[in-house]
Each structure stands twice: as C-alpha cells, then as structure tokens.
C-alpha cells in the first residue's frame, strides 16, 4: 500500500504542502516496515495520525512534560525525565521506558537523544506503536473506536478521526 501527495493532502486537508512533501515517503516507508498494507489499515492509520499530530503539523508534545515526572509506569524514574521524555511522534511516544524499547527496535540511542524521534523518527515510531498494539487487526475489523482508545487512552477527538477516516476510506478504499 502506498499513498501519493496528492491523495495524503485530499485527506489531511488542513496540513500544509509542506509537510506533506516532507512526510509522504516516510509515512510509505513506515506503513511497509509495519505491514499497514491494506487500504482499510492505511487508512485508520493515516486518520489517527492526522488527528494526533494536528494535520502533520506537530510531532513533539506542546506540553512541557512536567506531568509525566516521577511517572515510574512509564520507566521516568531520574530527576528530569517527564520534560526529557514528552512526548514525540504522530503517535507521541512518551516516557524513558518506551523510548528504550523502541530505540532498541531500532538500534539507536534515543534516551541520549530523544529529540530524534521528533525529528527522524515521527512516522516509524508510530507505525511501531501500532504494530506492538495489534491495530492492523482492529483496522481490518474497522474499529475506530478501538484503535482511538489505544492510541489515546481514552475517545479523545473520536468525532475528528472518525472525519479524517471517512476522508481517508473515500480516496483510499475503492470498494467502500
């Protein structure tokens, strides 16, 4: 499954053709390593990122990160840590842990680091993020509501991905 510039800015209508051509061919990159290879799955996948990152504009947290200090669920047990380990990413990966986890997926450095994953690594962090939480399955089950509340805890913004879905499926989905 690949997606064109021009089919990624008829569903992220709100993102700039900037960012656009800067993350197309990470976004196919990242949707190939991570068996998102389906329009259905390509589709929830996209959604979810344009929702999360505000149209590819973000992909660092806009909060300082204090909350997340002291938070040993997510492995930020050294002074410092909540701000260091905000998160980063479409998908924010958040907290020493997880940035441990997936550098080590990838063979980098990222606790000394971890501004890569907003700068390199924004694409592939999610899509790792996705495959390590099974969405494919609940992408080919067409579950929005499920997939929102594994990426964000919770149905934040569920009426905003469910929008950029039904974008995604009509240019993406012929049979929908």
Known sequence: MSI??????????????????AYTDMLNDTMDKYSIDTPLRAAHFIAQLIHESGSFCYTTELDNGEA????????????????????RGFIQLTGRANYSLYGLSIGMDLIDDPDLVATTYPADVSGWF????????????????AITRM??????????????????????????
Not at 71 to 87: E, I, M, V
Not at 137 to 142: P, Q, R
Not at 168 to 174: E, G, S
């Open 68 to 87: 997340y200090e002291g938070r040993a669920d997510l492995g930020n047990t050294q002074p410092g840590d909540g701000p260091l380990f905000k998160g």
């Open 130 to 145: 996705w495959s390590n939480h099974s969405l494919n399955a609940l992408a080919d089950a067409d579950n929005v509501n």
């Open 151 to 176: 990426v964000n805890g919770g149905y934040n913004g569920l009426q905003d991905r469910i929008f950029y879905l039904q974008k995604a499926k009509a240019v993406l989905c012929t049979s929908s």
């Open 4 to 21: 064109t510039q021009d089919q990624l800015q008829q569903i992220a209508i709100y993102a700039s053709a900037q960012n656009i051509s």
